[in-house]
């Protein structure tokens, strides 16, 4: 058998990673990549025990392998361990409440139903750039108060700040210039709130108070400030833009389960978490190991970095029977498509939110489809995993 070689950077791998990591799981849980210099634990129980232990495995190195050890700008949440993670997150999960979180129900569905009736009659339609990519966007852009004008421009950068030519594995200096103008536009909002506060994520934030590390009552800096509305603005797209996306190319490969969403849409939210098992959106977690660890009888120093690989996780046969069939209806239990532990994704339930109401509106519209996969486009990240374009034809 050939050997076995992984990395997130590789575009071929990407496309379809299972059958990689299907022998990195049997013959090779835990893998080393030579060449740029990681480690990767791939089976279920591995990567979730070593996603709910901070202490041994930090984030607040870097959780995206091209960005992990280097000097950033500013460090978002997810670049950060407890208590200083803890303090952050606190702050913003008032905004994502249960309560908040259901409340935006009706608005999430017009924001659908908008993109999706204007389709109706048509011999089909793009399911990401008109659709998948644009309602994640909307949603979290008017949650955070951005003008609607400039919502696509939002989504635009996000794209940029993810996206990797094939062959880059440092965009650090093509990002720069990014940055700036993200944290520039960020910056005057902030700045408008502060004279006129409305009622919207961005002015929560800022007139948020929390005791930091010496015990001092404050409020967030700026790039505290532009940080998280970077950090929330770009998974809110990002990932449920994938998600959606891999929700209309899972449902055409596999018709009788869109059958049986038709027929019975009250399996819609366990849909969600099958595919979220199915096609984890963002299947790499980066880590560094903070000391001296032993897996399957090998020593990894305190220093190196290691890929926890949730993606991978999902398909483990050993937690999962048949892993590979994709089956609406199957009891799913855990998944770690939304991490696990201190990182656990904040937006889990509003993602999931916005997974049920789309499907259950693109179903009442469009009960049958096909992809056509010859001009369908995968997006190029070495962190998240989908498709930036999904033609679709009835």
């Known amino acids: 058998?050939?050997?076995?070689?992984?990395?997130?950077?590789?575009?071929?791998?990407?496309?379809?990673?299972?059958?990689?990591?299907?022998?990195?799981?049997?013959?090779?849980?835990?893998?080393?990549?030579?060449?740029?210099?990681?480690?990767?634990?791939?089976?279920?129980?591995?990567?979730?025990?070593?996603?709910?232990?901070?202490?041994?495995?930090?984030?607040?190195?870097?959780?995206?392998?091209?960005?992990?050890?280097?000097?950033?700008?500013?460090?978002?949440?997810?670049?950060?361990?407890?208590?200083?993670?803890?303090?952050?997150?606190?702050?913003?999960?008032?905004?994502?409440?249960?309560?908040?979180?259901?409340?935006?129900?009706?608005?999430?569905?017009?924001?659908?139903?908008?993109?999706?009736?204007?389709?109706?009659?048509?011999?089909?339609?793009?399911?990401?750039?008109?659709?998948?990519a644009k309602v994640p966007m909307m949603v979290i852009s008017s949650m955070l108060g951005v003008p609607q004008e400039d919502r696509e421009q939002i989504r635009e950068w996000t794209d940029e700040m993810l996206h990797r030519e094939p062959g880059e594995v440092d965009p650090t200096a093509r990002m720069g210039p990014i940055l700036a103008q993200v944290a520039g536009y960020f910056l005057r909002y902030i700045d408008e709130r502060r004279k006129r506060p409305t009622d919207d994520m961005m002015t929560d934030l800022l007139q948020a108070e929390f005791e930091d590390e010496s015990g001092a009552k404050r409020r967030l800096s700026d790039i505290e400030l532009v940080a998280f509305i970077m950090l929330i603005a770009g998974a809110g797209n990002e990932t449920v833009a994938r998600l959606l996306g891999f929700a209309g190319a899972a449902l055409a490969e596999f018709p009788l389960e869109r059958e049986k969403l038709v027929a019975r849409p009250g399996l819609i939210p366990n849909a969600i978490e099958e595919l979220l098992r199915y096609e984890a959106p963002s299947p790499v977690q980066g880590r560094t190991v903070m000391r001296d660890v032993s897996w399957y009888g090998v020593d990894i120093p305190a220093g190196s970095v290691i890929l926890l690989l949730t993606g991978s996780a999902g398909r483990d046969e050993r937690q999962y029977p048949d892993p590979d069939r994709f089956d609406v209806e199957r009891e799913v239990g855990r998944h770690l498509a939304f991490g696990y532990g201190t990182h656990f994704c904040l937006g889990a339930a509003l993602a999931r939110l916005e997974g049920r109401v789309a499907l259950e509106e693109v179903l009442k519209r469009f009960p049958r489809w096909e992809v056509d996969l010859d001009r369908a486009e995968r997006v190029t990240t070495s962190t998240v995993r989908g498709f930036a374009r999904l033609p679709i034809r009835f």
């Open 1 to 132: 058998m050939s050997e076995i070689y992984y990395d997130p950077y590789d575009c071929e791998i990407d496309a379809d990673p299972y059958p990689t990591w299907r022998r990195m799981r049997e013959e090779m849980p835990l893998y080393r990549n030579e060449r740029f210099d990681f480690w990767a634990l791939s089976r279920f129980q591995d990567v979730h025990d070593a996603s709910v232990d901070p202490e041994t495995y930090s984030s607040a190195r870097g959780t995206v392998l091209e960005v992990m050890g280097k000097e950033l700008p500013m460090r978002p949440m997810i670049f950060m361990d407890p208590p200083e993670h803890d303090r952050l997150r606190a702050l913003v999960s008032r905004a994502f409440s249960p309560r908040r979180i259901a409340a935006l129900e009706p608005s999430i569905r017009e924001i659908v139903r908008s993109h999706l009736d204007v389709q109706v009659g048509s011999s089909g339609f793009d399911f990401v750039a008109d659709f998948g």
